[in-house]
């Protein structure tokens, strides 16, 4: 089945925690991008990546980190969390012809 | 910068009944559009996307949207809701030249009356 996977789906952590964020998909998506979403603002892109070894930042990137080491895979990584960091996080993955992104399930993140 | 607005935080229907969500973009050039759903729990589904041609578009789920550009609106509409409608949504805006960078609006909540 076509997807794309987040792990875990859940996290409680604490201030300063260093965690990563998973996300894998099968589609051979040349396009991965990561979003957090806040009551009231909708989705907010964190960073993207066009391809391996390629990324860039988004509208809300500080705070975060990425890596694109494989094509399948696009972890997040948060260095030192803080509460203000807590949300609902979305990877997604396009391909490269077209525009239509497709959405894991998400994370929910809580930082205390 | 690109922006969109959905003016309608939460919206109530009954079932049967007709719908409308409301979507506002700011952009410069020809954007790419978007609605996407999200059911409780879950990820964002695409309901259905504008690029070019006609305006009118139909999507999943029995839904369409119409561009129009004069009003620069992209306003979802549904002739008769479903219980399983109920869920949040999302227009989204793009450009041609990356329209995998979105943005998105706040979202309308739906709810579903009996």
């Known amino acids: 089945e076509a997807q794309v996977t987040q792990n875990p789906r859940y996290l409680i952590t604490v201030t300063g925690k260093k965690l990563t964020v998973t996300c894998s998909q099968n589609?051979?998506?040349?396009?991965m991008s990561w979003y957090r979403q806040d009551p009231g603002l909708g989705l907010r892109q964190i960073y993207y990546?066009?391809?391996?070894?390629?990324?860039d930042k988004g509208d809300v990137p500080e705070g975060y980190k990425v890596s694109r080491k494989e094509k399948r895979n696009f972890p997040l990584i948060l260095e030192s969390p803080s509460p203000n960091q807590t949300s609902l996080y979305f990877c997604a993955s396009t391909p490269l012809l077209t525009d239509t992104q497709y959405f894991g399930p998400g994370t929910r993140l809580t930082v205390l | 910068a690109q922006s969109v607005t959905q003016p309608d935080i939460h919206i109530t229907v009954s079932e049967g009944a007709s719908l409308e969500l409301r979507c506002n973009y700011s952009y410069g050039a020809t954007p790419y559009l978007f609605w996407y759903v999200q059911s409780p729990g879950q990820g964002l589904q695409l309901l259905l996307k504008y690029f070019s041609g006609d305006t009118l578009v139909q999507g999943i789920k029995g839904f369409e949207a119409e561009f129009k550009r004069s009003q620069s609106s992209f306003n979802l509409r549904k002739p008769s809701v479903h219980w399983s409608d109920a869920a949040e949504y999302f227009c989204a805006v793009g450009n041609i030249g990356s329209a995998r960078q979105l943005t998105f609006g706040s979202g309308t909540q739906l709810t579903v009356l009996p």
């Open positions: 990546s066009m391809n391996v070894e390629v990324t």
């Open positions: 589609m051979n998506h040349e396009y």
